[in-house]
């Protein structure tokens, strides 16, 4: 798994710390105390590995640059910072992102890591909040609804938020849900003991525990792809361009004009949160 | 303007079973029972002597078993042991394997000092596999001379003193567990934790109650009515304590009336009429305070005074269970969305299921059972007092 390696690799890496005798040029002729800086080399590897599974996993994999798969972006000092921007007003509820989700991350059914939501304001006052089907409305057996009827209406793709606060990550018990250099929540699946409290500290339900791997799933953004520098799988399905992704920490990247250039918001702002999926055209119905 | 229900769709699955229901109510019982040993060997009331040991070995009992509805709930119980090798500093729930670790021991070290005499004189005056069972149960601390036994006494006390902090801790705790999840704002109060404890309190007292008149009545004597009548006013005093905040608690969230107090009223008047109007406010705390008033006065006869101690005691066990029900399961009812219900899924035969459930309540007391049989837990109300002890 993609958030493995992120831990791996930190771990890796802190477990492999450089010889100072050989960074520095010099020799040491006594086989003694070659061994026993050898041994203490590995004592102290093997105690700040200790130290590094036990009580500081994600400090330790947050100060590391991204390692392995991550090497494709940004090398800078800084990791690169994302950001995702969903366009209500682009989106036509086509369902390719939902059928593009599950088939790039295995999604077991009944589960979403994504969803899209339909608003519909009649024109008697009855307001209409469903899902849009994965097939889109064409290709479900969903009556039509009467356009006359209707007063307005729009879509909203949900996602994980990637909250910079993130609750989720507050209450893991085991560190199985981290941030990762870049910004991304993620989980842990190999040390997740599934208690299904992240779950419930998400406000936005964008969590839920699968039933194949007894864990804690959700939308990543994809992070595997995007360390592979490609989109996450939602924004490339996406025919209207209504999902957009990029790097905030570059004001040339086009998300970061957009969200300078237009008013955006973010879901239940009042929680404190700090979504780093932002929208653009929904009122304080969307909860 | 009307609207039609619409939940998310992860919402469907409430992910905290019947067990996350069991876990506080028995987390409960065991601060609860413990607050009642206390009272006798920190704050000398003597009236509750024939219950204290029952208290204290009660609160052992229900304590062993805490962690099993935890367990059967985690999806990868294998790896539960990650709590405390890789704990989390800002979780609630990573705290609970140090401070449940905390009050066993505690708790463990306590009852072997309260029963370590009677250990001891078990091992001395028996033969063969029984006496080299208690000779393994003393630990090889054979002294029972006065002096020894004061100095258990003093120990006992500091231990007992040690124990009301951290089973407070061990049962706020609880409270917090829920009452620090802002995504839900029918646990997001601050008076979580109290309210949690003070009912946890609530409970034990009444499991005692119910389980002193029981043992009374299967060995064939009467209940103390001085201890039953001391049990019952305290019970009195916590059950008003617990149903003001509770009450005040709903009074205050409907008087602000929020954004979120459309569903959360929805859920109380359509979704948890019964188990909250009902049988957690009504029959669950109602009743019971009228029936408790009995306790305040000596004309009554003393058979009433039990059958309505008895009685109360009975249906409080009821409410609390109401109340964590209500708590954990309403909680799960209503989705995120604020805008639609969802079901509650309840099995028999599950992992997680009501025959588990049923199982894991019965197993404390087929402990207190078995303890039973291994120490004299019966302490009659006319033997030695605490006072002669020391």
């Known amino acids: ?287 | 303007m009307s609207e039609i229900p619409f939940v998310f769709p992860n919402d469907v699955h409430p992910p905290w079973s019947i067990m996350i229901v069991l876990y506080p109510y028995i987390t409960g019982l065991v601060a609860g029972a413990f607050v009642v040993s206390a009272l006798y060997h920190v704050f000398h009331r003597e009236a509750l002597k024939p219950v204290a040991r029952l208290a204290l070995v009660t609160s052992l009992c229900f304590c062993a078993f805490a962690t099993l509805p935890l367990l059967l709930h985690l999806h990868r119980p294998e790896r539960c042991f990650n709590v405390l090798v890789t704990p989390s500093v800002t979780s609630a729930i990573a705290g609970f394997g140090f401070i449940y670790s905390a009050y066993m021991l505690v708790l463990v070290v306590e009852v072997w000092l309260v029963f370590r005499p009677a250990i001891v004189e078990q091992a001395n005056s028996l033969t063969g596999a029984k006496a080299l069972f208690y000779r393994v149960l003393a630990l090889g601390v054979t002294d029972i001379t006065d002096r020894s036994r004061a100095i258990d006494s003093r120990l006992i006390r500091v231990l007992a003193i040690m124990g009301i902090p951290i089973a407070c801790v061990l049962h706020g705790y609880v409270g917090f567990l829920f009452g620090a999840v802002k995504a839900n704002p029918w646990w997001s109060t601050a008076l979580m934790p109290v309210i949690f404890l003070i009912s946890a309190i609530v409970s034990g007292i009444a499991a005692l109650i119910l389980l002193y008149q029981f043992i009374s009545w299967r060995r064939g004597e009467t209940a103390d009515r001085e201890c039953v009548g001391a049990l019952a006013r305290y019970l009195w005093m916590f059950l008003v304590l617990a149903a003001s905040l509770e009450g005040l608690e709903l009074l205050q969230m409907a008087y602000e009336a929020g954004g979120e107090w459309p569903i959360l009223r929805a859920l109380l008047t359509e979704h948890l009429a019964v188990s909250y109007g009902l049988v957690q406010v009504l029959i669950g705390s109602l009743v019971p305070l009228l029936l408790l008033l009995t306790s305040f006065t000596r004309r009554l006869p003393a058979r009433l005074v039990m059958f309505s101690s008895g009685l109360a005691s009975l249906l409080i066990l009821v409410q609390v269970f109401a109340m964590r029900w209500n708590v954990v399961v309403g909680g799960q009812l209503f989705s995120k969305s604020f805008r639609g219900f969802v079901e509650f899924p309840l099995h028999w035969m599950s992992r997680e299921g009501l025959l588990a459930a049923a199982v894991i309540l019965t197993l404390p007391l087929a402990a207190l059972w078995v303890a039973g049989k291994i120490l004299p837990i019966w302490q009659p109300a006319e033997a030695g007092t605490l006072a002669d002890a020391r």
């Not at chain 1, 599974?53 to 910072?81: I, R, W």
């Not at chain 1, 593009?100 to 009944?110: K, L, S």
């Open chain 1, 1 to 287: 798994m993609v958030e493995l390696e992120v831990i791996g690799g930190a771990n890796g890496q802190c477990g492999g710390s450089s010889d100072p005798c050989e960074s520095a040029g010099c020799q040491c002729d006594s086989a003694e105390s070659d061994s026993r800086r050898q041994f203490l080399q590995q004592a102290s590897t093997f105690a700040l590995g200790a130290v590094s599974l036990t009580l500081f996993p994600v400090s330790v994999a947050e100060g590391e640059p991204a390692g392995g798969a991550g090497g494709g972006l940004g090398t800078d000092a800084q990791p690169p910072m994302y950001g995702f921007l969903v366009d209500t007003e682009k989106c036509i509820g086509s369902g390719k992102c939902l059928t593009a989700c599950r088939v790039e991350n295995d999604v077991p059914e009944g589960y979403q890591r994504t969803w899209v939501e339909r608003y519909v304001h009649f024109k008697d006052g009855t307001v209409q909040v469903d899902l849009v089907p994965e097939t889109g409305y064409a290709g479900s057996d969903q009556p039509p609804i009467d356009p006359e009827q209707v007063e307005r209406a729009y879509f909203v793709p949900k996602l994980c938020n990637h909250c910079e606060d993130a609750p989720c990550n507050q209450v893991c018990p085991v560190h199985a849900s981290f941030t990762s250099p870049e910004g991304f929540e993620l989980i842990d699946t190999e040390r997740c003991i599934g208690c299904a409290y992240c779950v419930q500290a998400c406000p936005y339900g964008t969590r839920f525990i699968n039933p194949d791997t007894g864990t804690a799933d959700k939308c990543t953004w994809c992070y595997h792809r995007v360390m592979r520098d490609e989109d996450p799988a939602c924004v490339e399905a996406c025919p209207v361009g209504a999902r957009l992704f990029g790097r905030v920490d570059d004001p040339d990247s086009e998300i970061s004009q957009r969200i300078a250039a237009i008013p955006t918001s973010v879901l239940k702002a009042h929680l404190g949160t700090h979504p780093k999926t932002r929208y653009l055209g929904i009122s304080d119905e969307v909860t």
